[in-house]
């Protein structure tokens, strides 16, 4: 790999924007198919939400993006090609939250200690959003059966009609908030559908071992997005800030301070928001700037407390600790295989992440390992290291896990999401099909923007507006 101002001036059949999974997959399946790429990069890495700790001994653990399932064949099958494999999560002993004013210790998906009416009313949601989800196409969400009615509320508002009793609002907000990286109130009930289905469904998405989060990478996944950009050394340029795209009759120009590339085409494939930061000459069509203007990531700090062992395991516990109001959702047993260091990683979601990063960071420390001592005992107040990533201040990525929809935006706009628009084409894991929002939609995104490119060339002169007829039928 080399740095952009190596050549300044660049020629391409194809530049692809960001070398995330889904820009570095574009570009493999481009460069595969004998098209010459230039995959201009703003940070001196690879792999933007998806980043390593080195943890010493060759041992690494993600500071952003990590889990997958049973379900997540295109992240999987990516791993095995580049000789990445997963590893079971560790998922043993009981699991510990604090909702409604206490702290239970419990196995299954949710505390079964708690009142019968709470428990039989979180089960009855989780059922009616489960059906519910399974209506809206992920290809397609804007399309789903009462679309407008599922786009003209938010998740909040549905909890308040369907869900009777405080507690099992209150747990169903803190999953929310671990899942999704916002707070039900500020989400589309119809963005909360389509991500559990494009993610395999909502109880798939909350559980760990018959869930999404079942495995880990081996190596860490951000090992995925460096292997893959060994393969892409040529093309790869970093420190490449893309602040504008021109689009001229016969090619299209990107530039940013210092260099400056031609190609015939372009996949944008940076989080969504970060999109309509760019430039463009022209000016983009309305429907897809009011997209972006509408579209916001996520709230989200990762926190990993590092200790010489993991000593939760001994005392019976799994090490996932989650509260409705503490400083962070969830905390999950992220050690390394075989269990040394031990490792915890605390998701600052949602409303948590809004609340912490207004403090100092030491701040952010003492309130993290206070709350992973009150659930867990002393010895996890002394860490031998505590890393934090936040995600909100990173200039090239602004939020995660990903972008969101509150109400009315998928009915309006949604088809803008994917539709080129002249010779851009458009990737990143918010125009993904399968698992859209996680690293699975990532791929899928650049193989599709890939398929966009190869069947243009092969004489299908107009794709974007064949996408957009379907606006407006939602
Ligand atoms: C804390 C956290 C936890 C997560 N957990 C999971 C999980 O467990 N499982 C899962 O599947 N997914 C998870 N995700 C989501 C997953 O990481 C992302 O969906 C995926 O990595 C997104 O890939 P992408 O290529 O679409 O975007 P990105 O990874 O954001 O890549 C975009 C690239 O574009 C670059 N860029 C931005 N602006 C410019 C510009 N102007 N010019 C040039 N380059 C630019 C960025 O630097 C970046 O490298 C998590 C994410 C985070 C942050």
Redesign the pocket.
């Known amino acids: 790999m080399r740095h952009v101002t190596d050549e300044p001036r660049m020629e391409a059949d194809v530049v692809v924007?960001?070398?995330?999974?889904?820009?570095l997959t574009a570009a493999r399946e481009l460069t595969a198919a004998g098209w010459t790429v230039r995959l201009?990069?703003?940070?001196d890495r690879?792999?933007?939400?998806?980043k390593g700790l080195d943890l010493g001994d060759g041992k690494a653990a993600d500071?952003?993006?990590?889990?997958?399932g049973d379900k997540?064949t295109l992240?999987a099958e990516l791993g095995r090609s580049l000789g990445v494999e997963g590893f079971r999560t560790y998922d043993e002993g009981r699991r510990l939250t604090f909702v409604g004013g206490r702290r239970h210790a419990y196995t299954g998906l949710f505390p079964w200690r708690l009142a019968p009416a709470t428990l039989a009313d979180f089960g009855q949601a989780v059922l009616r959003i489960e059906r519910l989800c399974r209506t809206v196409p992920p290809e397609a969400p804007w399309l789903a059966p009462g679309a407008k009615e599922l786009d003209s509320q938010t998740f909040w508002s549905w909890c308040r009609r369907n869900v009777a009793t405080p507690t099992a609002r209150e747990f169903l907000s803190m999953v929310t908030e671990a899942a999704y990286c916002a707070s039900p109130a500020d989400l589309s009930l119809l963005h909360v559908l389509y991500y559990a289905n494009a993610s395999g469904g909502f109880r798939y998405l909350l559980e760990i071992s018959r869930g999404?989060?079942r495995y880990r990478f081996e190596g860490g996944?951000h090992s995925i997005p460096q292997k893959l950009a060994a393969t892409l050394t040529d093309e790869t340029r970093l420190g490449?800030?893309?602040?504008r795209i021109e689009q001229r009759a016969d090619s299209v120009v990107v530039s940013?301070p210092g260099f400056e590339a031609r190609a015939r085409w372009v996949v944008v494939?940076?989080?969504l928001t970060?999109s309509g930061r760019?430039e463009y000459a022209p000016a983009l069509p309305g429907y897809r700037d009011q997209l972006t203007q509408r579209m916001p990531a996520g709230a989200?700090l990762?926190c990993l407390a590092i200790y010489d062992e993991p000593f939760w395991r001994a005392d019976g516990f799994s090490g996932q600790v989650t509260t409705s109001d503490g400083p962070f959702r969830v905390a999950l047993d992220t050690s390394p295989p075989g269990g040394s260091p031990g490792v915890l990683s605390a998701?600052v979601t949602g409303s948590a992440a809004r609340e912490l990063t207004r403090l100092p960071a030491p701040d952010r420390r003492t309130a993290v390992l206070g709350a992973l001592t009150r659930a867990l005992g002393p010895r996890a107040a002394k860490p031998a290291d505590f890393v934090e990533?936040n995600?909100l201040d990173e200039e090239?990525?602004r939020g995660?896990?990903?972008g969101f929809a509150p109400p009315g935006v998928y009915t309006s706009y949604g088809p803008a999401l994917r539709a080129p628009i002249g010779r851009i084409h458009w990737?990143?894991?918010?125009t993904g099909v399968h698992?859209m929002?996680?690293?699975?939609?990532?791929v899928d995104?650049g193989l599709r923007a890939a398929r966009e490119l190869f069947a243009r060339a092969a004489g299908d002169r107009d794709p974007g507006a064949a996408i957009l007829g379907a606006v407006g039928r939602g």
């Open positions: 924007v960001g070398a995330g999974l889904a820009g201009l990069e703003a940070r690879v792999g933007g939400r998806l500071l952003g993006g990590e889990y997958f997540s992240i999404i989060q996944a490449a800030v893309v602040r940013g494939a940076v989080p970060l760019i989200a990762k998701f990533q995600w090239f990525t995660c896990y990903h990737a990143g894991t918010e698992q929002g996680s690293m699975g939609g990532a995104s």
